[in-house]
């Protein structure tokens, strides 16, 4: 599964502007409201986006017959590049594994860029603690 290159905030999740450009770069352009139907149809937790089990549930509806025949969900379904029978689950499992793991490297990236700025943070205080003694020994002496 290609979803990948839709998920433009890179969250793991299919919004509605992602959506848009998803159905618009496969040649099924929706409406704003007809975007906003699709999510709802298999929204389970009403977030107003896909997950990897809502996307997959759009497929499992399909085959199941249990999509509204108006509704983009069934032009998404029949796709020849988004289908589920050729990339099967494990295509859409990589593709959420790959947004975790992408997600992850990103928060280990930021810890490590935490980590490193703050022992400069520490460097720096020691070094300020270490001038004000030296001027403290200094002016002692100057006396």
Known sequence: MT??????????????????LMMEKLGAPQT?????????EVDEDSDGKLSFREFLLIFHKAAAGQLRDDSGLTALAQLPEISVALEGVRGAKNFFEAKAQALSS???????????????????????LRRAAFRELRAAFSS
Not at 8 to 15: N, T, Y
Not at 113 to 124: D, F, G, P, T, V
């Open 3 to 20: 979803s990948h290159k839709y998920d433009a905030g890179h969250d793991g999740f299919i919004d509605l502007m992602e959506l848009k």
């Open 106 to 128: 990103a928060s280990k990236f930021e810890a490590e860029l935490k980590a490193e700025q703050e022992e400069r943070r520490r460097e720096e205080e020691e070094r300020s």
């Open 32 to 40: 704003h409201l007809g975007l906003k139907s699709m999510i709802k």
